[in-house]
Nanobody, 116 residues
Framework: QVRLVPSGGGVVQPGGSLTLSCVAAGIILRDSTVGWYRQAPGNRRELVALIDSGGATNYGSSVKGRFTISRHNTRNILYLQMNSLQSEDTAVYYC??????????WGQGTQVTVSS
């Protein structure tokens, strides 16, 4: 059974930084495509960043150049480094695989609030 548990959310001022972590169980991150998604109030869930088994990354246009996705292969943890945060980045952030996402299988998220 796949479990992806994100943490690290919080309140940060505009321009600040935050790093999210996602502990994975039942899936080997280095052998998989996995990513970060987010859902802001009143909006649809959107893809933030993906990393595949070869380490190639892909980012949503709104976060490109500000966010970095990475993984720790030994610890089986996925990360999202978020810099230059803006109010528009306020959302609940989830880690998931594309396969689970398209089938609407979601675990818990972590809230990120960007506010002065």
């Amino acid at each position: 059974q796949v479990r992806l548990v994100p943490s690290g959310g919080g309140v940060v001022q505009p321009g600040g930084s935050l790093t999210l972590s996602c502990v994975a169980a039942g899936i080997i991150l280095r052998d998989s495509t996995v990513g970060w998604y987010r859902q802001a109030p009143g909006n649809r869930r959107e893809l933030v960043a993906l990393i595949d088994s070869g380490g190639a990354t892909n980012y949503g246009s709104s976060v490109k150049g500000r966010f970095t996705i990475s993984r720790h292969n030994t610890r089986n943890i996925l990360y999202l480094q978020m810099n230059s945060l803006q109010s528009e980045d306020t959302a609940v952030y989830y880690c998931n695989t594309p396969g689970r996402a398209v089938n609407d299988y979601w675990g818990q998220g972590t809230q990120v609030t960007v506010s002065s």
